[in-house]
C-alpha cells in the first residue's frame, strides 16, 4: 500500500462549525488532490496541489480552502460546514504527471 | 476545461462473458494520459489500466483491455472472462501534461455487477 493516510476516517460535525481534514503522506510525492465522492456525481476534484505551499481550485472549491505547508501533508478546511458539504473525501498522492494516482482509505463526513 | 463522461450508470454481466464500459472525454489537449479505476465495496480506489494519448497501441493488463479511439476522443474498458471480483464502481479519469499543475478528472462512474 503506499503511503498515505487520511483522518479522521469518520467525523459527525454540526452546520457552521469549521472542518479540517488530514492527508498523510510518507512517499515524497509531489501532486495531492482532494475529492469528494457523491452519488451520481463520482469523484469531483476539490483542490489540488503541486508543491509546498503551491495550490490551485478544482472543479468543486467553494467553500473549501487547502494549505500545504509540508510535502507530506495536505489539509482540507470547510471554514463553516454546511449539510451540501456531506460527503466522502478521497486524498489522493501521485509521483508525477502521468504516474498512478494511490489514493486514501476515505474519510465520511456528515453535517447536521 | 476538461471533461469525463461515463453514459452508463449501471451495467450488468453474468460471469465468464465479456462486458464493455464506455468512457468519452472532451479536451483541447494533444498530450495527455488516461485511467480506468475500480472501487469495490470496500471504498478503496484501484488502477485497472493506464493509456498514454500519443501511444496508439491499446492497452492491455491480463483479462483488462481498452479501446482508445483519440480522434473520437473515447476510451472504453473491455472486461473478458469476467469474474464476481470485478464486481464494483469504476471510474474513467483523464490527466494532462502541465508542468506545475496537473488537474486528474474523473467521470460519474459505472457501477458494474457480475451475476453467477
Known amino acids: 500500500d503506499a503511503g498515505i493516510t487520511q483522518s479522521p476516517r469518520h467525523k459527525v460535525t454540526e452546520t457552521g462549525t469549521p472542518v479540517t481534514l488530514r492527508c498523510h503522506q510518507t512517499?515524497?510525492?509531489?501532486?495531492m488532490y482532494w475529492y469528494r465522492q457523491d452519488p451520481g456525481h463520482g469523484l469531483r476534484l476539490i483542490h489540488y496541489?503541486?508543491?509546498?505551499?503551491?495550490?490551485d481550485k478544482g472543479e468543486v472549491s467553494d467553500g473549501y480552502s487547502v494549505s500545504r505547508s509540508k510535502t507530506e501533508d495536505f489539509l482540507l478546511t470547510l471554514e463553516s460546514a454546511t449539510s451540501s458539504q456531506t460527503s466522502v473525501y478521497f486524498c489522493?498522492?501521485?509521483?508525477?504527471?502521468?504516474?498512478?494516482?494511490?489514493f486514501g482509505q476515505g474519510t465520511r463526513l456528515t453535517v447536521v | 476545461a476538461q471533461t469525463v463522461t461515463q453514459s452508463q450508470p449501471e451495467m450488468s454481466v453474468q460471469e465468464a462473458e465479456t462486458v464493455t464500459l464506455s468512457c468519452t472525454y472532451d479536451?483541447?489537449?494533444?498530450?495527455?494520459?488516461l485511467f480506468w479505476y475500480k472501487q469495490p465495496p470496500s471504498r478503496q480506489m484501484i488502477l485497472v489500466i493506464r493509456?498514454?494519448?500519443?501511444?496508439?497501441q491499446n492497452a492491455t493488463e491480463n483479462r483488462f483491455s481498452v479501446n482508445f479511439q483519440k480522434a473520437a476522443k473515447s476510451f472504453s474498458l473491455k472486461i473478458s472472462d469476467s469474474q464476481l471480483g470485478d464486481t464494483a464502481m469504476y471510474f474513467c479519469?483523464?490527466?494532462?501534461?502541465?508542468?506545475?499543475?496537473?488537474?486528474?478528472?474523473f467521470g460519474t462512474g459505472t457501477l458494474l455487477a457480475v451475476q453467477p
Open positions: 489522493a498522492i501521485k509521483r508525477s504527471e502521468n504516474t498512478e494516482a494511490f
Open positions: 479536451t483541447s489537449e494533444n498530450n495527455y494520459y
Open positions: 512517499e515524497n510525492h509531489r501532486y
Open positions: 496541489s503541486y508543491g509546498v505551499k503551491d495550490t
Open positions: 479519469a483523464f490527466g494532462t501534461y502541465g508542468g506545475a499543475t496537473n488537474k486528474l478528472i
Open positions: 493509456q498514454e494519448a500519443y501511444k496508439q
